[in-house]
């Protein structure tokens, strides 16, 4: 047993027991619209636990039953100008219709992530340190806005999508745990957006954008990444970064007890105090928290006592190592330790939200294992659809009259997106193991040959139509690129550029598909 150096007032206990359990149950049954106030919310919830949060963001939703304040802000390309997005009401979700009509027709940023705590924790684009971004000046890059749609509550919401040398940082934070001061965070990530590289991590770092040591973090870390530590399995795992050090519990390396972990809506908790800290984590959309470690410090030297330094960081290590991808959608970083019931009843909140994947509007869905037909919007072309004809991809007059052999070849199934779950691949009705696929901007139906590069080219993240109809499908690896029709020949395509079909006349009709009952 682990003996904390004080104990909380006995008022403190009793909310963060029985009320906080009574919580648990309360909102699993009592959920209203998202658009209307909650009566708590995550935030409400730490706070009755005595552990209240020093910093609170997210993109989908507000974490506080009375916020009403901003959640994130965009900047797009074709001026600079920003807005920021709001919530549709008091303790509501996000309002994605106002990035949506702000950003239609080209590309958006995100460039700030509020902090909704109050302490103006906010996370803005991150500097270079130990390791230079690619942006101007050694910056990191900004998340694109609109990569990762999801819904949450029934209402359509965006993550944070975070691709290999995209960073935000907050290096002057205002009531963040320093030293062996105890603390408590969570995440919500897609558990199907991960890699390897270092490091995708959520939380307390230096100061200094520099490895200032063993024990300078104390962050969740989320990833397949074994050069540290690891856990059962392949992973991914979620991990602590302590700096140096990737730690799945007590030991070094292997801690048996920490398992693989990859729901879609993936709940990720990392806490410390003094000589004490554990990990946890949970299916975002059912059931509770499993308890992975909890236990004494690693035993390794330098991280007992910790010397956390209130820096607060996503998707990039202490250093800015930024060679690291995953999706964020919301977190929270408390003053005091949590109890495990006070994180029972966030994660019954979070539940109770109703995170799920955005079916791409229109007038079908992008639900993985269904069949769709994609037909054009552009006044020409409204009754011609995307088929593979002799491998490559074009668009085609399709109707109740045309051949089987014609229907059958503009029939597509969606996939779960190779590359991230976030996104989705279509898959060749006629032709199973064959997916649409770009190769130098023009797509083909092309079999999977199981490689990496394969799975990005094959990979599209459905937004709201440029054009205000259906969907419009961004290149998962280049994510300023459309599925466009241009001649009838289907390709990747900017918004203008030096390629023909990167055309800016009628780019926005080009790039916008309806979702249509399947031919075959």
Known sequence: MVVRPGFRKLKNALLSTGAAVGLAVGLLSAVSTPSQAAASQPCDIYAAGGTPCVAAHSTTRALYGAY???????RRSSDNTTRDIGVLSAGGVADSAAQDSFCAGTTCLISVIYDQSGRNNRLTQAPPGGFQGPAAGGYDNLADATLAPISVGGHKA?????????????????????????????????GTHYNGGCCFDYGNAETNSRDNGNGTMETIYFGNNKVWGYGA????????????????????????????????????IVKGEPNHWAIRGGNAQSGGLGTFYDGVRPNVAGYNPMKK?????????????????????EGVMTSGYPTDATENAVQANIVAAGYTTWNGGGSG????????SLR???????????????????????????????????????????????????????????FLRHQNYQLYRQQN???????????????????????????????????????????????????TFDNSSAWADDVSWIVAQPWA
């Open 365 to 372: 869905t992008l639900t993985p294992g269904s069949s769709i």
């Open 309 to 329: 330094e209130g820096a607060i960081l996503l998707g990039i290590g202490g250093d800015n190592s930024n060679g690291a991808r995953g999706t964020f959608y």
């Open 158 to 190: 965006y993550g944070v999508y975070v691709a290999p040398g995209t960073g935000y940082r907050n290096n002057a934070t205002n009531g963040v745990a320093k030293g062996d001061q105890p603390e408590g965070m969570y995440a919500i990530f897609d």
């Open 376 to 434: 054009a919007t552009t006044a020409c072309c409204t009754d011609r659809y995307i088929r593979h004809q002799n491998g490559s991809v074009v668009t085609s007059v399709i109707n109740s009259s045309s051949p089987s052999t014609d229907k059958n070849d503009g029939t597509w199934v969606v996939r779960s997106g190779l590359a991230s779950g976030s996104c989705v691949s279509l898959e060749s009705k006629n032709y199973p193991g064959t």
């Open 449 to 499: 040959d199981g490689s990496a590069l394969f799975a990005s080219d094959a990979t599209f993240c459905a937004q709201a139509g440029k054009n205000g109809q259906g969907i419009s499908l961004a290149s998962y690896n280049f994510s300023s690129r459309f599925i466009r029709h241009y001649g009838n020949t289907v390709y990747i395509a900017s918004n203008g550029g030096s390629n």
């Open 68 to 74: 009403n304040g901003p959640l994130y802000q965009v």
């Open 233 to 268: 399995g392949n992973g991914p795992w979620i991990m602590a970064d302590l700096e140096n050090g990737l730690f799945s519990g007590v030991n070094q390396k292997y801690n048996a007890g920490n398992p693989s972990i990859s729901h879609r809506f993936l709940t990720a």
